[in-house]
């Protein structure tokens, strides 16, 4: 290949070349680059076809590409080096587009996403439409106006696309962007504005049309062709406003002419904005054409008439309001009498209903209506579809408002008003039609000339309407005649009266006529008015042939001579209406007099003194005429008629300032630059102009004398153009005489102005009309005199006003607006007059803007001012300038934005708000000053404050005035143009007077305040949102870059180079600036925080050397780093700046490094931990806080910070705020329980004291009791909503203890009250139990706060696996979930992605007495079921060793997982984190025992619940027998009797012994059991049901001989069965119930209740052979599934199963689904989010597994005496021997004594503090009550209390199978299972001491905060009996009980030495009133 071309060397004005691609190139070849169509790349190198460049986009990646594939383009670069850029030499609004729809791309893709369809549609075609515009606008083919307007859509589209997607204004001119270097601050700040108050508020059109489109008229009775006249009606004047349009309709009552739409179509144009009022209406007046009367038939008549069918009106109001794009049906209605026509609009307006009705029913005017604003030029831009397809113009009546020059009307309206006329021989009145004619001086007809209205061309004739039998019509028709002016003069109208006869013939017969003249003779035309016109008869057409015959009679009855009595007499008349709009002609005498002023010069005064009594229209008619006749008059004539002339002309001058008359200035500036012609007059001029100045001083009256000055301008410009008349015709001649004319003529002005006089008097007045007018001479002047003596005039004429100034003089503000003026005229725009006016205009507004008067016009000068001056400037005239400004003007400007900033805005108009305020102006001044200043005018600046106070006056203002500048509410939000200028000007500005600070401010002259003001300014400035360029667009971001760079690091680097100079003076800031400073690092910018952070290191240095410390650093660290991070700064790598060692950014080290070096550098270290962990915490709450909904996380986050405000920082405030920020999500979410536990942590903080509390968060000031009070109520009324009644209860109790110390029994009553209701509730409402599920989170991913830890979750109600499942995916969308229950390995715990593994655990209650209590209802056994739960299990079968395919239980073992938390659920979350994992594996052997425990105790359960009729039928009884019976028959049992009941079993498993025994027992026990519940099925089965019982009976018996069972051991037979309410303890050493078939009863003490729903109940689906098996050996057949649940549903899907649901709803029967006591298969729930695969679930998920004394354990938790710890190993009298579980009245007493119970519902304890604090204080004391006749006394047991000493190790919720699995492993529902029991034994062996202790050392040394009303000191201590509810003392009558054969094992449990200590409490938190 050959070499490549380096591109040639450039100069600095050199083109470079860039390229835009034609096809995407996608860089497949060696070090291509890729492309994509329409990139931009520049190129480096060029060699044989191909390119090497870059895209302009990523300028870092280079590149070859093909020359093929590009387009080159012209361009020139900027900021040429390093940073520069390839700009293309197009138009700059290509370029805009480009970039624009680049942006726009980006974001349109975005609003898809979130859904924003009819903004992305609508975008979608504005991006369509500006590309076509684009293409347009390249092809270069566009006329110079079409570009112009082209240009313009674009940008209208572009700031239309900008506004909608929230971009930047683009500021513009001439629809180019404007550089905001290339002009000044003001002049931006102009442009900004007025493209923002373009956007915001319109400017209202003070011109409106009306377009009417005329669709049809429907109704049911057409037939003949109709006109519609429309016309705009002012119903308040009673007269039409506009003339009339026109359509013909054809019988079917749509338009004739459907093609020619200009015949449908009108628009009526110039409205005024007063004709859009609520009485001004469109009039629409239906005629017909046919028959005299509608139901004639056809062949009466043949002649056609007009005549009235109906009117419709609407309001013009109403279509302001109303969618102008719909169509509108107007009503039509029609009068009730005929001769009420004339005025049937009137009376529908009026709502006269006598008078008018509906014509028809269905009939209605479809017609389109629509208000059209602008003049009519943009009405044809806007709307060129209207007027390309074709429009009729409907005039106004008359002018419109504004005359426009060139206008050329002549249009005579005539109205037909009425008649009044004779019969003529006639029985009945005529039916009068009128035929109008228009005819010449010749008589001859004007053909067209008569003009019905428009949309139709004009006729020759007009016919009216017809009114049947009516001698005195009245018509009110309107018709127009556009004679031309040439053709007006001899002209006249005819109108001939006909009798239109209905007679067969249907004549029209001639009776008479009228006419009249339309000009006068001499040369006036007919006046406008009504005339009454003579009616001459006449009966023959032929006489009015010859005009002459007839134009000699008289025509009008007011034109007649005195003598004509006759005609007067007579009662024949006709009445008109004439109105002349004419451009031309004139009705005015006196007008044409003027005009003819030389044929009658004696007329001349009287002419000139009545001119200014003629109609300003009449004038401006003639305006060039009249002029002409005024200065003739004055050239022949001045000394006679000077004065008069001079009047007139300021009359015609002023009658110009008239806004309907304004439009014609350039008509009088055309005729003095064209037309005039009086080179003397100016002479004359001066003279008289002078001799009224000169009278001013002396006048009373100054009216006229102010009507003169008004004129000054004008009159001016005829002295300046006579002047150069004169010396053009003369050569000069003359010029030192006028110039000393104007110099007399302009000290008269002076000395005129310099009068002062009281405020309001006549003189002020004067003096402001001239200084209103004086600036519109400076431009006459300059044509006759130099700049600097025009210059001079101005500046001793202002200089001449009165310096003294009265409060409400008027004058102050014409002086400022005449300043204005001055300085927008082109004088001042001359740098050499500019010299010469500037200090006087600086002296003015330098007055003012002290006073603060007129600030708006003030800020409007100076921005003029400021606009001339540019930068660049070098002319030493504009440093002056700046020198003089400065010195003027600074001060006062920053006091004056200081005070409009601190003034409070007006809710009111009055006030403009934020940018329309007057601040912006200001502001633009001070930015476009201080941008102008360069280092001398600093320097000059600081030099001339005299002292150092005057210095830190000016630099507090300036900074405090930077704070203001910099706020958000300063700009609109889409200025980031303005906005990024100012802080360039700010930054600069605070660079040069950093130099200032430091020397003038430092070291002994130090001041406080200034540097404060300083550091303050710097945050707040780094901290602006417009200075966030991480938040732009990458586009928006390097232009930015590009332009000014990242100013942040600017301002940092500025800080940071202060604070070093500072020395000592640092501990001034310390601690204040700690705060502002860490927001400051909080800020994304690597460079910036390098900057920043040492900073940290130097306060914490400068704190120990100060006070051997830095608390005051950490305290202020940690609060300010709170309230900063919630606010949404600071990021993941901001925390790793903080802790990591090694550098990230730069050469500055981290913190933790440099803290390292310091001999303080433990504490410092300590420091940036507890910082950086508060920082992951804080990080993981916000992001958390992010998101929409309450969930799991955002709470879980809430309370890991909440602890370490507690228990790392003792932070009380800011965990008390997390308290309520937590209790607050949990009342959102409705977790009413969570909640109530959270306030009570609050609540535990305060005490029963009057101490007051200060007003904190939503809490008023009140005192300690009185808040504590509300938290109790609040905390009751949250357990109440979430049935936790039972805690409700204890803080009732503590209340109403308090109310009785207080003797409040009001109050005490109440809460007696609701402590009842709340007992009550336990009874009488049912709760749900809640399912747990164990969930993992691994991988790095998660926040900090789950990341690998595993947590228990209380699910949601009726929540199962699959469903929360679900919900945990959704939290966490992108979370994978582990399809197995093994612990994971390191590779998933350091993955870079998040697993979630989740499965159901089963709860292992605390409170075993209460639930192992006979007679206790299962309402009050469900609570203790599932709260206060710390431990929970997890199962998983497997197999060990060779699994035998015959029967694999022989090698089925169970994994037992046992979780412990760290806190006790229900808490202040639903979910708490795992502290400890224990696993116990279960041999095949004990699972069997476990398995048949437990269904021997459902089926006790359901045979006393059948006996005590608790059950509404007995299905759950037949199902449970014929499951356990037909699976034992099929071989269930005996499988385990093959597996363990043959002899190589026991020789291998020796130590089985006694186990084989037990599962030996306990299937005989089954088979009694089941015998005994068949006769009690038998005398409760009902009759349809017979055959199955007897099939029951049958398979009973195989099952007996299958068991070898003929008769039951004797010990079986001795011992009845037992049939416990609650769960069934074999160990019991109580009193068997005698039950049988006929009618058994139990103790009465035990009255059973509902079946209990003891465990999680659910089934599985298993695929595999063996769980076939299982569902055999476990003895239920699959009927027996859907209610109990024994084994799992075989499924042919390995991922989904059968879902029985488990009994949580406690109720009088038992039930296989919450809430409902049957439920077939049908309605069973199906699981379909499976995590585990067929082969990798367990064969069997229903093996309840009994904590058993043989068990082999794993490493177990020590010290807890619910859970046995054994060794196979060990010999019998080793091991520890299980307890009786519970106590009956027939228990024997050497058993009973010194043991505790538990009660089934809270006992009362005698305290007066916090249940917390007193309930572990309490000791048993016995109390005596008898229920029934027995020796043994009863007693009251408690839910509280802690694990007795009699409680059965393995207790029946520990021993029951609760077998889980992840989603598809289900857990089976079985029932509680009672575990072996041993004979008593003198003490019980206790456990291992070292685990014990190391349980006590882990829960003294880590006390999280306490979330249980049961635990408030030690999480797990249980609560002891109240003394009240103790233990009686034994008794020694109690009767003997005969045990049941397996009873004879019982012995003495365990004691847990951790129950038996009492645990210190944790230190609570120092107390602070300030902070509660």
């Known amino acids: 290949m050959a070499d490549w071309a380096m591109p040639h060397k450039r100069g600095p004005h050199s083109k470079k070349l860039s390229l835009r691609m034609l096809a995407s190139f996608r860089g497949t070849v060696q070090n291509g680059l890729p492309l994509e169509i329409g990139d931009t790349v520049q190129i480096l190198e060029k060699c044989e076809g191909w390119y090497r460049g870059f895209v302009l986009k990523n300028p870092n990646a280079k590149g070859i590409f093909p020359c093929s594939y590009i387009h080159l383009k012209n361009a020139h670069i900027k900021n040429k080096g390093q940073f520069e850029t390839v700009v293309p030499t197009e138009d700059s609004v290509i370029t805009e587009m480009t970039s624009t729809l680049r942006d726009w791309g980006t ?87 007025h493209r923002h108050r373009k956007k915001e508020t319109p400017v209202p059109a003070s011109t409106h049309h009306l377009f009417v489109h005329m669709k049809s008229l429907m109704s049911s009775n057409l037939g003949e062709e109709l006109e519609v006249f429309f016309y705009i009606y002012d119903s308040r004047e009673s007269k039409p406003l506009s003339e009339r349009f026109f359509v013909k309709l054809n019988k079917n009552g749509v338009p004739k002419s459907p093609e020619k739409t200009e015949r449908q179509c009108t628009l009526f144009v110039d409205l005024g904005s007063g ?33 009235p069918f109906g009117c419709a009106v609407v309001s013009i109001a109403d279509l302001l309001t109303a969618d102008s794009k719909d169509d509108h049906l107007l009503k039509v209605y029609a009068c009730n009498t005929e001769s009420d026509w004339y005025q049937i609009h009137d009376n529908i307006i009026k709502k006269v209903n006598s008078r008018y009705n509906l014509s028809g029913s269905n009939t209605g005017l479809a017609v389109a209506l629509q208000l059209l604003h602008g003049d009519i030029e943009q009405l044809r831009r806007e709307y060129m579809a209207i007027f390309t397809r074709g429009v009729s113009i409907t005039r106004k009546l008359g002018f419109s408002d504004v005359i426009m020059p060139g206008e050329m009307r002549n249009d005579l309206y005539i109205t037909l008003e009425k008649g009044e006329f004779e019969k003529g021989g006639k029985t009945v009145a005529r039916n009068v039609e009128i035929t109008v004619y228009a005819l010449d001086v010749d008589g001859q007809i004007l ?80 006046p406008d008015g009504t005339h009454e016109l003579i009616v001459h008869k006449c009966e023959e057409n032929a006489n009015l042939q010859d005009c002459a015959h007839y134009l000699k009679l008289p025509f009008s009855k007011a034109h007649l001579p005195g003598n004509n009595q006759a005609v007067k007499g007579t009662k024949e008349s006709f009445w008109i209406t004439s109105f002349l709009c004419s451009t031309k002609l004139t009705q005015n005498g006196d007008m044409l007099d003027l005009l003819k002023w030389r044929a009658h010069p004696e007329r001349i005064g009287d002419s000139l003194s009545k001119l200014k009594e003629i109609d300003g229209s009449e004038i401006v008619k003639f305006l060039q005429d009249t002029l002409d006749t005024l200065f003739g008059i004055l050239d022949e004539s001045p000394q006679r008629y000077g004065l008069k002339v001079f009047d007139c002309l300021v009359h015609i001058i002023n009658l110009l300032q008239d806004s309907k008359f304004q439009h014609f200035k350039p008509v009088m500036d055309t005729y003095i630059e064209s037309h005039f012609a009086g080179a003397l007059s100016y002479r004359d001029l001066i003279k008289v102009l002078k001799w009224y100045v000169d009278r001013i001083i002396e006048a009373e009256h100054q009216e006229h004398i102010q009507q003169v000055l008004k004129a000054t301008e004008y009159v001016f410009k005829y002295i300046v153009q006579s002047r150069r008349l004169f010396a053009l015709a003369t050569g000069g001649q003359s010029e030192e005489e006028f110039r000393c004319c104007i110099h007399e003529l302009f000290m008269s002005i002076r000395f005129f102005l310099s009068q002062d006089s009281p405020g309001n008097g006549p003189m002020t007045h004067t003096q402001a009309v001239f200084l209103r007018t004086f600036p519109a001479v400076y431009g006459e002047l300059l044509k006759l005199f130099t700049v600097k003596e025009v210059a001079t005039f101005v500046r001793e004429t202002l200089g001449s006003l009165p310096a003294t100034t009265h409060a409400d003089c008027p004058l102050e503000a014409v002086k ?58 070098t002319e030493p005239s504009v440093s002056e300038e700046v020198d003089l400004i400065v010195d003027s003007l600074m001060g006062v400007l920053l006091r004056t934005i200081l005070e409009i900033s601190n003034r409070p805005q007006s809710t009111g108009g009055t006030m403009r708000l934020q940018f329309q305020d007057v601040t912006g102006e200001f502001v633009a001044c001070l930015l476009a000053l201080l941008k102008q200043m360069k280092d001398k005018h600093y320097q000059q600046l600081l030099q001339s404050f005299t002292s150092k106070d005057d210095l830190r006056d000016f630099l507090l203002q300036l900074f405090t005035v930077f704070r203001i500048l910099i706020r958000p509410e300063m700009f609109p939000k889409d200025w980031t143009v303005m906005r990024l200028v100012t802080n360039n000007v700010i930054i600069t500005t605070v660079l040069y007077l950093s130099d200032a600070l430091r020397k003038n401010f430092l070291h002994d002259k130090f001041d406080y305040k200034v540097w404060d003001s300083y550091f303050y300014l710097s945050v707040i400035f780094i901290n602006q949102p417009c200075l966030q360029l991480e938040t732009f667009s990458p586009s928006k971001r390097k232009k930015i870059l590009e332009k000014y760079g990242d100013m942040r690091v600017m301002m940092g680097c500025e800080i940071f180079s202060m604070w070093q100079n500072l020395g000592e003076h640092k501990l001034n800031f310390i601690p204040a600036m700690i705060g502002p400073f860490l927001e400051v690092t909080l800020v994304p910018q690597p460079d910036l925080r390098n900057v920043m952070i040492p900073i940290f290191h130097d306060m914490m240095d400068w704190e120990q050397r100060r006070s051997g410390n830095f608390k005051q650093v950490e305290a202020k660290l940690i609060d300010k780093l709170d309230s900063l991070m919630s606010e949404g700064k600071g990021d993941e790598t901001y925390r790793e700046l903080f802790n990591s060692i090694i550098p990230l950014f730069g050469p500055y080290p981290s913190l933790l490094k440099k803290i390292e070096r310091e001999t303080w550098r433990e504490s410092g270290i300590s420091l940036i931990a507890t910082v950086t962990r508060l920082m992951e915490r804080l990080l993981d709450y916000r992001d958390c806080m992010k998101l929409g909904e309450v969930d799991g996380k955002k709470i879980g986050c809430t309370v890991s910070l909440l602890n370490f405000y507690k228990t790392e920082l003792n932070k009380e405030e800011m965990y008390i705020r997390y308290i309520h920020k937590l209790y607050d999500l949990h009342m959102k979410a409705q977790n009413f329980t969570e909640a109530s536990y959270t306030l009570l942590l609050y609540d535990e903080l305060l005490e029963w004291s009057e101490r007051p509390l200060r007003e904190f968060l939503n809490y008023p000031m009140q005192s300690e009791w009185q808040r504590k009070e509300y938290l109790h109520l609040t905390i009751i009324q949250n357990f109440d909503r979430g049935k936790c009644w039972e805690n409700g209860i204890l803080l009732c109790r503590e209340l109403a203890d308090q109310y009785e110390s207080y003797y409040d029994y009001r109050n005490l009553s109440k809460m007696r009250m609701m402590e009842a209701s709340l007992y009550d509730k336990i009874m009488d409402q049912q709760r749900l139990e809640p399912e747990f599920f164990r969930v993992g989170f691994y991988g790095k991913k998660f926040p900090f706060f789950l990341r690998n830890k595993e947590f228990v979750c209380r699910g949601h109600d009726y929540e199962r696996l699959e469903a929360f499942q679900q919900r945990m995916l959704n939290e966490f969308p992108h979370a994978i979930a582990m399809q197995h229950a093994n612990q994971p ?82 808490g202040i979350s639903r979910w708490f984190e795992v502290e400890k994992r224990e696993l116990v594996e279960v041999s095949p052997l004990e699972n069997a025992i476990e398995v048949i425990e437990n269904k021997n105790l459902q089926l006790r359960t359901l045979i006393t619940q059948c006996q005590t009729r608790q059950m509404q039928n ?48 306990l299937m005989f026990e089954q088979a009694h059991i089941l015998e005994f519940g068949l006769a009690v099925h038998e005398k409760f089965v009902p009759q349809d049901m017979r055959p199955l019982h007897k099939k029951l009976v049958d398979q009973f018996h195989l099952m007996k001989s299958s068991l070898g069972i003929q008769e039951f051991p004797a010990y079986v037979r001795a011992s009845p069965i037992h049939f416990p309410n609650g769960s069934p303890r074999t160990g019991r050493n109580s009193m068997p119930n005698i039950l049988s078939p006929e009618g058994g009863r139990v103790v009465p003490r035990r009255s059973p209740l509902s079946y209990p729903a003891v465990n999680r ?38 991922l989904s199963s059968n879902h029985s649901a488990s009994p949580n709803v406690t109720s009088s029967a038992p039930s296989s689904a919450r809430g409902s006591p049957q439920l077939s298969e049908k309605h069973k729930h199906a699981r379909e989010n499976s995590c585990l695969s067929p082969r990798e679930r367990p064969c069997s998920a229903i093996f309840p597994n009994p904590l058993d004394p043989t068990q082999r354990t794993m ?25 009786p579980s519970s106590w009956s009245l027939d228990t024997p007493l050497s058993d009973s004594v010194g043991k505790l119970l538990c009660p089934p519902v809270p006992p009362r304890p005698s305290y007066s503090g916090s249940p917390a604090k007193n309930i572990r204080s309490q000791s048993p004391v016995p109390t005596s009550r008898s229920p029934q006749k027995t020796s043994a006394p009863p007693f009251t047991p408690s839910p509280t209390e802690c694990q007795s000493a009699g409680l059965v190790a393995n207790s029946p919720v520990l021993s029951g199978s609760y077998s889980s699995g992840i989603s598809s492993l289900s857990r089976c529902s079985v029932s509680e299972a009672s575990g072996t029991e041993a004979p008593p034994s003198d003490h019980a062996l206790p456990t291992s001491a070292s685990s014990g202790s190391d349980e006590l050392f882990r829960r003294e040394n880590k006390t999280p905060p306490p979330y249980s009303v049961y635990e408030r000191n030690n999480p797990r201590r249980p609560v002891p009996l109240p003394h009240s509810l103790s233990i009686p003392p034994p008794s020694a009558d109690a009767p003997p009980i005969p045990p049941k054969p397996h009873q004879l094992r019982s012995g003495k449990p365990e004691v847990d030495p951790r129950r038996l200590e009492q645990l210190p409490r944790p230190r609570p938190l120092p107390r602070k009133v300030s902070q509660l």
């Open 107 to 193: 974001m349109w893709k975005q609003l898809y996403v979130k859904n924003e369809g009819d903004l992305f549609h609508r975008l979608w075609h504005v991006m369509n439409e500006i590309l076509d515009l684009r293409r347009q606008v390249l092809v270069g083919h566009l006329t110079h106006d079409r570009m112009r307007d082209v240009k313009q859509h674009i940008t209208a589209r572009l700031d239309w696309g900008n506004e909608q997607l929230g971009l930047d204004l683009v500021p513009r001119q001439e629809f180019s962007m404007v550089d905001p270097d290339d002009i000044s601050v003001t002049e931006l700040y102009r442009l900004m504005e």
């Open 275 to 307: 004709d859009l009022r609520k009485d001004v209406y469109i009039v629409v007046h239906i005629i017909r054409i046919g028959r005299m009367g509608a139901g004639e038939k056809k062949n009466t008549c043949s002649v056609q008439y007009r005549r």
């Open 447 to 526: 053909r067209g000339f008569v003009a019905v209205g428009s949309g139709e061309p004009g006729a020759d004739e007009y016919h009216s309407f017809v009114l049947y039998h009516n001698n005195s019509p009245r018509w009110s028709e309107q018709i127009k005649l556009p004679i031309p002016v040439d053709m007006f003069r001899g002209s006249h109208v005819r109108f001939e009266f006909r009798h239109c006869s209905t007679k067969d013939k249907g004549e029209k017969k001639l009776f008479g006529f009228s006419f009249i003249h339309l000009m006068q003779e001499d040369g006036r035309t007919l």
């Open 816 to 873: 400022l607006q005449c300043i204005a003026k001055t300085v927008e005229s082109q004088l001042y725009t001359n740098p050499e007059s500019r010299c010469i006016l500037l200090p006087v205009v600086l002296r003015l507004l330098q007055t003012h803007m002290q006073e603060q008067k007129d600030l708006v016009m003030c800020g409007h000068i100076l921005t003029n001012m400021l606009s001339l001056i540019k930068r660049d400037d």
């Open 1385 to 1466: 390995d390191q590779t998933i715990y350091q993955a870079e992605a998040q697993y979630l593994q989740i499965y159901a655990v089963t709860p292992i209650p605390d409170s075993q007495d209460v639930l192992q209590r006979d007679g206790v209802p299962d309402n009050i056994k469900s609570f203790y079921k599932v709260n206060n739960i710390w431990r929970f299990r997890y199962d998983r079968p497997f197999h060990k060793g060779t699994k035998d395919k015959e029967n694999e239980f022989k090698s089925l073992w169970v994994e037992r997982t046992t979780l412990t938390l760290v806190q006790s659920l229900p």
């Open 1514 to 1561: 007995i299905n759950p009884l037949t199902m449970c027998l014929n499951g356990v019976i037909d699976a034992a028959v099929n071989g269930g049992l005996a499988r385990y009797q093959e597996a363990f009941f043959v002899k190589d079993y026991m020789m291998n498993h020796p130590e089985d012994g006694d186990k084989i025994g037990r599962l030996r027992e």
């Open 1657 to 1694: 109940y659910s089934s599985s689906s298993l695929s595999s052979q063996a769980s076939n098996e299982v569902s055999n050996i476990t003895g239920q057949s699959e009927s027996s599934d859907e209610v109990f649940n024994m084994q799992p549903s075989p499924s042919t899907s390995s």
């Open 1755 to 1779: 490493p177990h938790p020590s010290g807890d005496a619910s859970l046995p710890r054994s060794d196979p190993n060990i010999s019998n009298p080793e091991k520890v021997k299980p307890a």
